[in-house]
Each structure stands twice: as C-alpha cells, then as structure tokens.
C-alpha cells in the first residue's frame, strides 16, 4: 500500500498554507486629468516598472510630472510600491506613442518599443527632455514609425535607441538568455535594416519582418507575407531553443523564406503558429482554422504565450453559445469570459467559460503561472453575486475581480477590489508575478474610493470624475507545488531518511528557506550559506510529506520515510 501512495502522489497538486490570498499594499496614481496604465514588469529583485499614459499632470508620490497636453511615462517603483524614479516621454508632431511591449533583460535593464503615428512627415520622441528621436521625412510612405529603446533601470536613463527604417511598425518583443532582443512588425515599402534590405512584395496585404539584435546591433532580418492583418500578434522565445510568433489572422495564404500554405476561406479567423529556431531558420508552421472570434464583445479576442509554448486565446462573448472546435460553451450572464488552450503545435486542448447570471464579466487582463491560469476582471451591473462560494458587491458601474484558476480551470481562489462612490467604478489592467510569486496588479478606479482590504485609496481630486491609476501587491497563500520554479536545484535523496542534500546550490545562495509540513506549519527556516554542498539534518522529523521553499522562487516537495 505504502508503494502505490508514493506512485499516486506526484499526480495531485498540493495547496500551501490555504487562504484567502491577501493584499500586501496598494498605491494610488493621482493627476490634474486622466492617467491609465498600460504595462507593467518586474526585475530579479522585484522592482517594479509602470509605463503608462497622463494628461497635464501626475503624482507618483514624491515626484510629479507635467505636460501640456499628454505624455507617457516610465517609473520605477521599490518592492514596497515606493517610487525610486519617473520619467517623462513627450511626442512632437507625433500624434500618439504606442507601446507595444516593456521586458527587463538579463541585467535588469529595460527594453521597450512600439510605434509613433504621426501627424506628418516628420517629429520626435522626447525621452525626459535627454534624449530625442527624431523622424525623418519621408513622403508619400506613410505616417507610422517603429522605435525601441534601451533604458538603464538604475538612472532610469536612455542607452540607446533606434528607429526609422522607413515606414515600418514594432507590435512585439523578447529577450532570450544571451540578451538577444526579437523584434516583430510590419512594413508596406521596401526597407533598409543595418544596410539590409527587406524587399515590399508585390502579393496584396502586408509585409512583415522578424528580427534579431544582440544590444544595438542586427544579427539577421527575415521577412515574409499575409494576404491579410494579424490581429494581436506576440513572439517568444521558448526554452532558449525556439522562437514563436502566435496571432489570429483572416489570411488565405502565408509564405517564408521558401515555405508557402494555403489556409483557406478569408471569412475564417485562424489562429497561426510560426516556429524559427534562433537564427531565424524555419522550423514549422501550424494554424488551427476557426478559431473563436466576437467582434461584438467588450473583451475582443486575445493571444498569450505561456513558458513552455503554450497558447491561449481568451475573451468574452455575448451570444447564447460560442462553439471552440467540438465543445459548446452556454453563456450563463450577460456577457461571459472563454478561455480557450493550444498545444505548441496549434492543436485545441480545451475550452471553458466563466459565467454568473445577470451580469456581465469582462476579461481585461490574463497571464499564466507554472501552470495555473491568473484573470484579471470586472463585473456590473450593481448588485451582488456569488463566484466560487465567496459574496462579491457592485457599488459602481464597474468592480475589479481577480480570478486564479489550476491547469484544469478549477477555482483556486477569487479577490475583489471594491469601488466606493456613483462614478465608473475600476478594473484592472495589467498581472505581473514577481519572483517571490507575490502579485501585482494595476487599474484604473473613477470613484470617491477604493478598498483592498485594508487599504482604502481616495480620490485626492474628487471634484472630477477623471480615470486614476491603482498598483497594489497581492500575496498568494494558495501557493501549490507548481507556483514554484523547480529549474533552480534538485534535492536528494528523496524520499529521505537522514541527509537531505541540494545540488544546484549557486542558484540559491543567501536565500532563505523554510521547511513546512502539508498544513502550511513552518519546522524549521534559515538561511542558505555559501557552502558547495549543502544537506540538512532531517531524521527528527516525523514520517510525512515536506516542502522546502526559499524566497526566491524554489520549491520542492520531499517525503520523510
């Protein structure tokens, strides 16, 4: 009997100190006009950088910015949500700036890119009046520009910065271990990259490049063509090994390098799966014909990217049914939340829905975590309802909702932030786990007052009604096995009688552990010294199951015999 309990038991997901999850703090983003955040990262030592959009005026605490219209900015906050440094970025004769992406490299520097659409032919990012970017004229080629930049996550200045190949467009971006950058976007005339040319085919639809830079400098440039817009494209490098490009697209053909396929009927949407090694060779094409798809939902159809090349495509639906492949998902409220998931061949695995009767659930955010799934939503009308055995209120026209669910879409938990006051009420906008699997979640709040348990943030300028930013940082007590990462060291033997040994030990130098038992109950904690081989002394403990976990994200279970 003991033998076929230790077989079975790798196959459960065990919950650590089960609990409400908990807000740690939450910070407010207050302005003389609208301000909403856009992205958010964190770096190894759980910094936190916010890029977002002002208008006239905003308070970052102790700094404040100003414009004379609108401005984006970048700010770095410490782990407590403490502001360290906040920038401007100005646009002249730009009519918008679009951030398409914000990564933290391998040395905890800042990459950044998007586009600039322009009012004419020429104008300029102004990065905290240090640095400007300037386009160039260039008639009759259109009015939108692909940029990047570099940004030293110290100072908060600019490295470097490139743009203007000629009418181009940056919609995605990754980093792979090397700190090699991939770059994503579109040209309609032929452009010239570091002196490589990327012809502008004569085949309808756009042209598209995928790129690859170590700092400043291109290593290759590979073009290749739709006949149609791809709808929410992403790259990512996956395991170091491979790079994808995931979007949905009304496209009949695709062709790159020498490789061409047919997917048929235009009025299909498709989800599309591009693999290249990172040299930029082919490596395989995939795409799964009618893929879900609303134009009339609030939350439009979106892609994500998980780890291990996992894709999801996720958001809302109005109608009384919406058909993913084989399975028929009934609408329970109003509008409903879908998530459907792809293998990294493109092929359905599943698809599920959330629903609550007589309102309407929106899906403004979402990631994955080893594993589990993480939405960040909102729910109205007024009134209240029930979501996993836990009461939510609706005070105003919107209440933020977090939702965190395992692998198989089971509820693990649900947390709300609640709106005080008849405005718009928040929601959220952005999810971000930091390397302690602690969470932080940004929105907007249009209301006299908003609470995360016990801290309550006020709208300091309660005369408007304008759009304010919220941060705030949410512990997870529902951690299971599969939140940790287990890359970083192995422990045996395991089951163990006496020794309990760590190889690995580099990556968890000057950690602190702590060995709990299934009940959350800490036996012992310490800190990790600098010794090649470390053991731990584990024969006093009883017969049972353990979890060794450090503060920088390594969990491991264990079996005393």
Not at 542 to 551: A, H, V
Request: charged share 15%.
């Amino acid at each position: 009997m003991k033998k076929i309990f230790l077989i079975l038991l790798p196959f459960f997901t065990i919950y650590l100190n089960a609990q409400t999850p908990s807000w740690s703090w939450a910070k407010s983003m207050n302005g003389t006009d609208i301000n909403y955040i856009t992205k958010t990262v964190t770096d190894s030592q759980n910094n936190i950088y916010i890029l977002g959009r002002f208008y006239l005026g905003i308070n970052f605490q102790t700094i404040s910015l100003t414009t004379n219209y609108s401005a984006n900015y970048l700010t770095k906050f410490d782990p407590s949500g403490n502001v360290i440094w906040a920038k401007k970025i100005e646009n002249g004769g730009v009519n918008n700036i679009i951030f398409s992406f914000l990564k933290i490299d391998i040395n905890d520097n800042i990459l950044m890119g998007g586009y600039a659409s322009l009012n004419t032919f020429s104008g300029n990012i102004n990065y905290n009046d240090e640095t400007s970017i300037y386009f160039e004229p260039t008639p009759n080629l259109g009015n939108s520009r692909y940029f990047s930049m570099k940004i030293d996550a110290t100072t908060g200045s600019a490295d470097w910065y490139d743009t203007d190949f000629g009418k181009s467009s940056l919609y995605s971006g990754d980093i792979d271990n090397s700190n090699n950058y991939y770059f994503f976007g579109d040209y309609n005339v032929s452009i010239s990259i570091e002196g490589t040319l990327l012809q502008s085919t004569t085949a309808s639809g756009a042209d598209f490049y995928i790129l690859k830079k170590n700092n400043n400098n291109l290593i290759w440039a590979e073009p290749f063509n739709f006949n149609c817009i791809l709808l929410d494209p992403k790259i990512k490098v996956i395991n170091n090994q491979n790079l994808v490009l995931v979007a949905k697209t009304f496209s009949e053909d695709f062709s790159f390098q020498n490789n061409s396929f047919h997917m048929g009927n235009t009025n299909i949407p498709k989800l599309i799966l591009l693999k290249l090694d990172l040299n930029g060779n082919f490596i395989s094409f995939n795409y799964y014909v009618d893929c879900p798809f609303d134009s009339n939902a609030s939350s439009q159809d979106n892609c994500y990217i998980d780890e291990d090349g996992s894709i999801f495509l996720y958001g809302t639906f109005i109608d009384n049914t919406l058909q993913i492949g084989s399975t028929t998902l009934n609408k329970i409220g109003t509008e409903d939340i879908y998530v459907s998931k792809f293998n990294s061949n493109a092929n359905l695995l599943w698809a599920k829905s959330i629903g609550v009767q007589n309102f309407e659930l929106n899906a403004d955010c979402f990631i994955t975590h080893n594993g589990n799934i993480l939405i960040g939503s909102d729910f109205n009308p007024i009134g209240n309802f029930t979501i996993n055995n836990s009461n939510y209120v609706c005070n105003g026209a919107f209440t933020s909702l977090f939702i965190k669910l395992d692998a198989d879409f089971n509820y693990i938990w649900t947390k709300s932030a609640t709106g005080i006051g008849n405005q718009n009420g928040n929601y959220p906008n952005t999810l971000t786990y930091n390397n302690q699997n602690e969470i932080i979640m940004t929105g907007v709040y249009n209301c006299e007052n908003i609470s995360f348990d016990n801290f309550n943030l006020l709208d300091t300028n309660s005369t408007n009604s304008y759009n304010k930013s919220f941060f705030a940082k949410l512990i997870d007590n529902n951690l299971t096995t599969t939140d940790f990462n287990k890359n970083l060291a192995t422990m045996y033997p395991n089951p163990v009688n006496d020794n309990l040994s760590i190889s690995g030990i580099e990556n968890l130098k000057g950690t602190s552990y702590s060995i709990t038992d299934t009940s959350g109950r800490i036996i012992n904690n310490g800190i990790i010294t600098d010794s090649s081989n470390y053991s731990f002394e584990v024969s006093n403990l009883k017969t049972g199951i353990y979890f060794f976990t450090t503060n920088n994200g390594f969990c491991q279970k264990f079996i005393k015999e």
